[in-house]
């Protein structure tokens, strides 16, 4: 689609300097308009911090990232923390899932104490969610994982590399565009509204839990958090 959506721009508009993307889902679209500002705008947070890491123009450490992304992949965890504990051998092995806790919680100490900045945070953060997202026991989403499958993949990390020379104006927002679009104005609005009336928190809720990290209690088979007892409204 980006090539299309780029002609049609090309031919239709003039003077296009910057671009809003108020339901912005992974980022894709906004990623073929990166020599403009661009705004992000998009309700689940596990996709506004992967906003952050592409588009954000805050400085950060290459070095460090990758350094910290070398140590997680060679980390071999045995103590359980919440991810193990609640979803052991459903949507990810056992020690898949321990890796997965303790890396997100190793992130959110290191930020915490200042020893990553935001842009550092949500660089790793989306790494781990695309590592996970990839080995994930689904079709697609989190509302089933296949009962009985053999964990043939395991975590592996990348290194995001976003673009250098980002629009030092670009802005990630992670509010309800309803609300958003009064007070941004941008020369050109893409806007890609959900396909149906479903939540996308419901069929994402295991990276929203990961991204968010506050480990809420979860129930059922799809281990969902109960959405009217979350600390955060999503
Ligand atoms: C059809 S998807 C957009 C896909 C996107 N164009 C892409 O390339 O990935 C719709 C997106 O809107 C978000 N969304 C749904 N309701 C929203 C709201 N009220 N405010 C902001 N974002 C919302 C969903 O989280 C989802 O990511």
């Known amino acids: 689609m980006l090539p299309f959506i780029k002609s049609v721009v090309k031919s239709e508009c003039n003077n296009i300097h910057s671009v809003a993307d108020i339901f912005a889902g992974t980022g894709a679209v906004s990623s073929a308009f990166t020599d403009k500002q661009i705004i992000t705008n998009d309700i689940l947070y596990s996709n506004y911090i992967c906003h952050v890491a592409w588009f954000s123009p805050m400085k950060y450490d290459k070095k460090k990232i990758q350094a910290l992304i070398i140590y997680y992949n060679s980390v071999n965890v045995i103590a359980d923390n919440y991810v193990s504990e609640n979803f ?96 941004i104005k941008a020369d050109l609005v893409y806007i890609d509204p959900p396909y149906n009336s479903r939540q996308y928190c419901d069929a994402y809720h295991l990276l929203e839990n990961i991204a968010r990290w506050e480990k809420p209690e979860v129930f059922g088979v799809a281990r969902k958090p109960d959405r009217k007892k979350l600390k955060s409204k999503y």
């Open 88 to 183: 052991a051998d459903t949507f990810f092995s056992l020690e898949d899932c321990r890796k997965i806790g303790f890396i997100r919680e190793d992130i959110e100490k290191k930020f915490i104490s200042r020893e990553i900045n935001e842009r550092e945070r949500a660089l790793l953060i989306t790494s781990l969610l695309y590592g996970a997202d990839k080995i994930a026991n689904t079709c697609g989403h989190y509302d089933a994982y296949r009962k009985g499958a053999v964990f043939e993949r395991h975590l592996q990390l990348f290194v995001p590399v976003p673009e250098n020379n980002l629009n030092t104006n670009n802005i990630c927002y992670n509010e309800d565009t309803n609300e958003l679009v009064r007070s």
